[in-house]
């Protein structure tokens, strides 16, 4: 019992930073993930395990930090949410593209432009198509409970080094500011010098004894050079295309109509499939959990016996196109249903939503 | 048992913390729990609700439409959420400041002087334990120990002697709920 938390999203994020052996935090307050920053200054990590954290003046100025620790092989992370994360793109794009493990987190809020800073989904194309310039994918995790807010900060960083790219982890406000059980990780040791030195042999932490000094880049002039090292970090995404893909399917087996949902929005989608069973409505859900690599398989291989697919988000439709290219039959409709603006649509919406789109497309109600 | 219940009021009436006491409550007598606030440009003064879910199954959308129980502490909660709760529901209120009383005929409805009592005790921080106290009474849905339990997890460590305080104006909550006529 005594290791069951209520916390927020958010409260746990921070405490799986530290509790997983980050090095350093650098992060600048925005809602709804403020407090991130709030509770690792409360937490004092520096006193205890060494981890730094940092407020910066500026999103721009936070991912460098980020860039500057990750080149020297520390695990290093920052946190925002969505006008914070389109001032880090460009950042992104130069980790990516030089090859540099760490985690992002963006806890997302309606847009475009300065928007609301209610909950939104409206950020899959920014984090998941790319945001930054140029050829470059990035793992990306998308939580849908408290206890994943603990779980994916771990995993993220597994991923950032086992493949040397930014992960970052899409939430959204809702899961940001809510608060459910929670059980925190164990403490885990930050990495010595020494085994930092052994298992990032790519850092850039001096010459030490070797001939040659590492050297951290994305610049690439020559054009055959920069073509190899295009070719190169391909592999990679096509490698974690292969290997990480993870998604939860539920009552699937026997669906005629699939929800697609992830985030918060995963959670009402398994409520509105919940009541449609128990109304004997053939209903099943899928749920990327990584939107990159998306479930492309899991979709298709649902796409052979279904009758229609809704891919529900909170955004005015962004997921669906990743739907469409999975289910891969013109034949089989894919709708999107999703309030915005900080709206959350209730299971109730969804599925008067599911129902209307059964009735025109030939579902039996 | 699954209850689905709304809190709203003024930012600085404990609306939020009431739930997260009410919540850490379910967590010591082992339910699944969830806690969503409204969130926002808000301050002391304005609005605030925080829905909050108990349950002895996990908990699929933490977001829903319609409560089993409301609990409102001012009038512009009523008028948003009376015809929130569910056919049959429960509805507690605290009658202070309220100039038109909920139109329902089909809730069970229920009072608690709680901003009174609050004055006479000469502690108006205790106020929202007079309101969960009558709701618990109305549904015992975790235990007055479970409830002080929930209170020593959720209050900081300086905050602890406040503790007798609020477990009297729970109890004290609990005798005074009325039934509304």
């Known amino acids: ?365 | 048992m699954k209850e689905e219940i709304i809190i709203a009021g003024f930012g600085g009436q404990g609306v939020l913390s009431m739930g997260k006491i009410l919540a850490y409550s379910g967590v010591m007598q082992g339910q699944e729990v969830s806690w969503i606030p409204s969130y926002g440009p808000e301050m002391r003064g304005g609005t605030a609700n925080v829905t909050v879910i108990l349950s002895d199954r996990k908990i699929s959308s933490p977001v829903v439409q319609e409560f089993d129980t409301g609990i409102v502490l001012n009038q512009q909660s009523l008028d948003k959420f009376e015809d929130s709760i569910k056919p049959g529901g429960t509805l507690l209120y605290d009658p202070n400041g309220i100039t038109h009383p909920p139109h329902r005929t089909d809730l069970d409805v229920y009072t608690i002087d709680a901003a009174v009592e609050a004055a006479r005790s000469g502690n108006a921080k205790v106020f929202n334990m007079f309101v969960l106290g009558a709701f618990l009474k109305i549904k015992p849905l975790v235990t007055v120990e479970n409830v002080i339990e929930g209170l020593r997890h959720s209050l900081p460590e300086r905050a602890h002697k406040m503790i007798p305080a609020n477990e009297e104006a729970l109890r004290k909550g609990m005798e005074l709920v009325k039934k509304a006529e």
């Open chain 1, 1 to 365: 019992m005594e290791d069951i938390k209520l916390m927020k999203g958010n409260e746990v994020l921070a405490h799986a930073a530290v509790r997983c052996g980050a090095d350093g935090y650098f992060g600048y307050p925005i809602t709804p993930q403020s407090e991130v920053l709030e509770t690792l200054t409360e937490l004092r990590p520096w006193e205890t395990t060494g981890m730094v954290v940092l407020q910066a003046e500026s999103e721009v100025a936070s991912i460098n930090m980020v860039y500057g620790g990750a080149s020297a092989g520390k695990r290093v992370m920052t946190s925002t949410s969505s006008p914070g994360l389109s001032l880090m793109c460009e950042g992104l794009s130069y980790l990516a593209g030089a090859e540099l493990p760490c985690v992002v987190i963006d806890v997302s809020r309606g847009g475009p432009g300065l928007g609301t800073i209610q909950a939104s989904q409206a950020d899959y194309f920014q984090v998941v198509k790319g945001g930054g310039h140029g050829d470059y994918r990035m793992p990306v995790l998308a939580p849908n409970s408290v206890q994943e807010m603990n779980d994916f900060v771990d995993l993220a960083f597994e991923l950032a080094f086992k493949y040397l790219n930014p992960v970052m982890i899409l939430a959204d406000g809702v899961i940001g500011q809510m608060m459910e059980k929670v059980h925190l990780s164990p403490q885990k040791p930050r990495r010595t010098e020494e085994q930092i030195r052994q298992e990032c042999p790519w850092a850039a932490l001096g010459k030490g004894d070797r001939k040659t000094r590492n050297i951290v880049t994305s610049c690439y002039i020559d054009p055959e050079t920069m073509e190899r090292h295009n070719h190169k970090l391909q592999a990679k995404y096509d490698r974690m295309e292969r290997e990480e893909v993870r998604y939860e399917e539920m009552e699937t087996a026997d669906a005629e109509y699939i929800l697609v949902a992830y985030g918060a929005s995963s959670r009402i989608c398994a409520k509105v499939v919940e009541d449609a069973r128990k109304d004997g409505l053939k209903v099943g859900l899928i749920r990327p959990i990584t939107l990159f690599p998306f479930p492309t398989d899991a979709i298709r291989q649902a796409a052979r016996y279904a009758k229609g697919f809704l891919s529900v988000e909170l955004s005015m439709g962004q997921m669906i196109e990743d739907v469409k290219l999975a289910v891969g039959n013109a034949d089989i409709p894919v709708r999107h249903f999703g309030r915005t603006g900080g709206i959350i649509h209730s299971p109730r919406e969804v599925y008067e939503a599911l129902k209307q789109f059964m009735t025109e497309t030939g579902g039996k109600l």
